[in-house]
C-alpha cells in the first residue's frame, strides 16, 4: 500500500495508524509507556541504546531522564493513544523526517509487542495514514480532534448524539494519561519533552483558554446548525 502525500519542511500533519485487522495494539500500562517512551526516543537522527539503562530502571524513565539525543528530526505538538490506534500531529523539520521517525517508531514498537508475547508478523494495518493540516482552521481543529479521541470510550456516539454527561467526560480525559491532553491543560509531567509546542501556532495563549477551547467541545450539540 502507498501513500499518496508529499511531506514538505515547516508544513503540519496529522499521521495515524491502527493494529492490523484493527487488532488491540496496548493491551497494558506498559504498552503505553513503551510507546510514548519512543516517541522521545525515536525522534532523532542517531539511533538510541536502551541497554544502558541501569538494573531496575524503565524505558520510559530512561530515555525521558536519561537519554540524550543529538537532534530532532520532527516537531511534536499532540498526541493520543487509543487501545487499537494512535494519533499524532508533527511538523517537518527535516527532508525525511517524518517518514524516518514513523520507520524507527513503528519497528521498535513491533520488536517490543513481538518480542513480549512471543508473536511475530506485522502489527500496524500499512503504512501509516497521513493528511496534511494545510489551513490554520485545521490545524487547531485538530488539537481538538486529538486530545478528545478518548473520550469515545465513555460516550462512543458523542459526536452523533451529543455527550450526556459532560462532568463523566471532562473527568474522563483528565486523568487519561495517554495523551498530551494534561500536558496543554497544565499538569506538569515529564512526558511534556516529548512535545515542541514552540513550533506550533500558539492558538491558546493560557491554559485557561485551551480548557475552554475543549469545553466547547464537550458541549458541541450535533443537532445544530453549522
Known amino acids: ?61 530512561f530515555v525521558l531522564k536519561e537519554l540524550k539525543r543529538n537532534k530532532i528530526i520532527v516537531s511534536i505538538g499532540a498526541y493520543c493513544l487509543m487501545p487499537n490506534h494512535f494519533h499524532l500531529l508533527v511538523k517537518e523539520i527535516k527532508d525525511g523526517g517524518i517518514s524516518l521517525f514513523m520507520q524507527k517508531l513503528s519497528t521498535a514498537y513491533t ?42 470510550l465513555v460516550e462512543p456516539q458523542w459526536k452523533e448524539v451529543g455527550i450526556k454527561s459532560k462532568k463523566r467526560s471532562k473527568d474522563f480525559i483528565s486523568s487519561y494519561n495517554y495523551s498530551s491532553y494534561l500536558d496543554y491543560a497544565g499538569q506538569k509531567r515529564i512526558v511534556s519533552k516529548i512535545l515542541t509546542p514552540k513550533d506550533f501556532p500558539e492558538y491558546f495563549s493560557s491554559k485557561a483558554g485551551f480548557n475552554s477551547h475543549i469545553q466547547d467541545w464537550l458541549s458541541f450539540d450535533p443537532s445544530r446548525d453549522v
Open 1 to 61: 500500500m502507498s501513500r499518496n502525500i508529499e511531506f514538505s519542511i515547516d508544513e503540519y500533519y496529522h499521521i495515524y495508524n491502527r493494529g492490523v485487522e484493527k487488532r488491540i495494539i496496548f493491551e497494558n500500562e506498559d504498552d503505553y509507556s513503551r510507546f510514548i517512551g519512543l516517541l522521545y526516543a525515536c525522534n532523532d537522527d542517531n539511533s538510541f541504546n536502551a541497554r544502558d539503562r541501569r538494573k531496575g530502571e524503565t524505558f520510559t524513565d
Open 111 to 152: 520488536m517490543y509487542f513481538n518480542k513480549k508475547r512471543n508473536r511475530s508478523g506485522v502489527l500496524f494495518d500499512g503504512v501509516f495514514k497521513a493528511q496534511h493540516a494545510d489551513s490554520d482552521e485545521y490545524l487547531k481543529y485538530l488539537f481538538s480532534y486529538i486530545h478528545l479521541n478518548p473520550v469515545k
